[in-house]
Nanobody, 122 residues
Framework: QVHLVESGGGLVQAGASLRLSCAAS????????MGWFRQAPGKEREFVAR????????YYADSVKGRFTISRDNAKNTVYLQMNSLKPEDTAVYYC???????????????WGQGTQVTVSS
């Protein structure tokens, strides 16, 4: 079992930055994919970014490419999401997830955190 806890969310103005963190504990492995998803009210959970076990490969949704950066520190069992130039449409609950087969689809992840709220005002 892997336990994930997100932190770093908050209320910011458009154009600001936030860094989300996701700390993993339990039966963690550095080979697992780590991903970030988000879900706005009334919308489906959508892919934001993911990184391979080594952190060498990263993938982003088109909507955040060039503004968000995912990274991981396997020594700390933590993955980060640096969010710059935030927009009101980035407002959502942000979730981290992990699993051996993670892709852009939520169903491919085995473990999820409880989420952290990000609100961007205009």
């Amino acid at each position: 079992q892997v336990h994930l806890v997100e932190s770093g969310g908050g209320l910011v103005q458009a154009g600001a930055s936030l860094r989300l963190s996701c700390a993993a504990s339990g039966r963690t492995t550095s080979t697992y994919i780590m991903g970030w998803f988000r879900q706005a009210p009334g919308k489906e959970r959508e892919f934001v970014a993911r990184t391979t076990g080594s952190g060498e490969r990263t993938y982003y949704a088109d909507s955040v490419k060039g503004r968000f950066t995912i990274s991981r520190d396997n020594a700390k069992n933590t993955v980060y999401l640096q969010m710059n130039s935030l927009k009101p449409e980035d407002t959502a609950v942000y979730y981290c997830a992990t699993g051996p087969r993670g892709s852009i689809w939520p169903r491919t992840y085995d473990y999820w955190g409880q989420g952290t709220q990000v609100t961007v005002s205009s």
